[in-house]
């Protein structure tokens, strides 16, 4: 099978079929948000639909973008692995890429957290979330974890067990026993740790969720509960990690020392699926006690060449562009630009972020007429007035984002860190114009919220 020639064959039906075979729903939704596009190629920071459009990609794959889509190294490194003939997935081996890797991880962790010096490999985020609350779990010997409202740490049944959101614990049936807590709330954690079952405290450092910050007193202050009281402290930056928030490792913000961390999304450079577990190795040795304990949690792919050479690649071309500064410099760009659109616009409540994981979080207005506007799509779901702007933004500027989180009015961007002052300047001035239209009642970007409240109400 050619499979450049299926794709020239078949392009077009991507939603015909995704309709018949895989999430109807998903589909719908595309469609009511003007997001049923066809890309047919991805380079850098842009996608393109058959028609030569460009897009601004400020969604980023979900945050594996770092090095953009189509990065030449990542490309002829991959090239060059399958051309090799690499004896891949042998199982009973210890393939040399996957020490290669967990050396370079080790090391470039060592100066963010210290004591790091396990490495399990995994092929997605929530596997890498899995892993940290099974070795949790191993090296405790007990079994309550804590968690954060609104975390969110992947959908499989463990990491589901500390998702900080109903929306997606619902429908499921039992979970994991753990426990929610408000994020800065001191007290209830510790009331919590002191009961002195819990395996671990986990944490996103800024949650992906609603790009919401934590106090400078929380994590660090959390972190020294959970060692008073024998708990572990996770910390999952499977979306903040490598660079994304303008240091490496988004802890770091806050010196803090975790005893596990999970990294994924971007370390498969967008091509390959890969995640890492990093912990002590005395935690690692308590869960790998002994030889007939040695793969007593293992997977298939974790190891996997392309995987490994993804990471490989992807941890250097993030140091040798400098890509970490980078999202330091333009994050605080971005941030510049949105703090002006906030002092413009009375429908902004909120920005926040830190490098380029960046939040804008939209409240009622102050005038009457924007009021009943508001109100009357608020009524009929929560958060679709920022549907309505990641709508504009899309249509009349060709620009991806996404409300971040189920039924809040707060738009996250996750741009690639490869993007240029040009492209931050672009979406400030997308977001500029989108928002002038939202605040004109009646107008156009209001007719299109008419059309989103007709979508919403038909579902
Ligand atoms: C902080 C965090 N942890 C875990 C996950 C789950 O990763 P995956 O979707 O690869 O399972 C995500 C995904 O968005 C995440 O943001």
Not at 32 to 49: F, N, R
Not at 366 to 386: D, M, N, Y
């Amino acid at each position: 099978m050619e499979i450049a020639q299926l794709i020239a064959e078949r392009q077009g039906e991507n939603y015909q079929l995704h309709r018949r075979y895989i999430t109807p729903g998903f589909v719908r939704v595309l469609e009511i948000i003007g997001y049923d596009k066809v890309y047919t190629k991805g380079e850098g920071a842009y996608l393109y639909d058959g028609a030569g459009n460009r897009y601004l990609d400020f969604l980023g794959g979900y945050g594996v973008y770092h090095l953009g889509r189509g990065h030449p190294a990542l490309k002829r490194a991959l090239h060059e692995l399958i051309e090799l003939d690499r004896p891949n997935l042998v199982q009973m081996d210890c393939p040399l890429l996957a020490g290669l890797l967990a050396e370079r991880l080790v090391e470039r962790t060592k100066a963010s957290f210290p004591g790091l010096e396990a490495v399990f490999f995994t092929n997605s985020g929530a596997e890498a979330v899995e892993g940290a609350l099974k070795f949790a779990r191993g090296a405790t010997g007990r079994e309550r974890f804590i968690y954060l409202d609104h975390a969110f740490h992947g959908l499989t049944l463990g990491a589901l067990s500390v998702n900080g959101s109903e929306h997606f614990r619902s429908g499921f049936g039992r979970l994991l026993p753990a426990t929610a807590i408000a994020m800065n709330d001191l007290g209830a954690l510790e009331r919590e740790l002191a009961k002195g079952d819990v395996a671990a405290f986990i944490a996103e450092p800024i949650q992906g969720k609603g790009v919401y910050l934590p106090d400078e007193r929380f994590l660090p202050e959390a972190q020294r509960l959970c060692r008073a009281h024998g708990a572990l402290f996770i910390l999952d930056e499977v979306q903040t990690g490598l660079g994304r928030t303008g240091r490496f490792f988004c802890g770091e913000h806050w010196g803090l020392e975790p005893d596990i961390v999970t990294v994924s999304k971007a370390l498969s450079g967008g091509y390959v699926p890969v995640g890492t577990v990093l912990t002590r190795r005395e935690i690692h040795k308590r869960v790998f006690s002994g030889l007939e304990r040695s793969v007593v949690h293992s997977n298939t792919f974790g190891m996997n060449e392309l995987a490994m050479g993804a990471g490989l690649v992807t941890l250097e071309v993030i140091e040798r562009e400098g890509l970490v500064e980078r999202a330091a410099r333009l994050g605080e760009r971005f941030l510049a630009g949105l703090m002006e659109l906030k002092g413009k616009y009375e429908l902004v409540r909120d920005v926040r972020g830190k490098g380029l994981m960046v939040g804008i979080e939209f409240g009622p207005p102050r005038s009457l007429a924007l009021r009943a506007a508001w109100a009357g799509l608020e009524k009929v779901q929560e958060g679709l007035f920022a549907q309505m702007v990641v709508m504009g933004l899309m249509r009349d500027h060709r620009l991806l984002t996404q409300v971040s989180g189920h039924r809040v009015n707060i738009i996250k961007f996750l741009p690639p860190l490869v993007i240029g002052e040009e492209e931050v300047d672009y979406a400030l001035r997308a977001l500029d114009q989108v928002l002038a239209e939202a605040h004109r009642f009646p107008g156009g970007l209001w007719k299109m919220g008419a059309e989103l409240v007709k979508g919403a109400l038909a579902r």
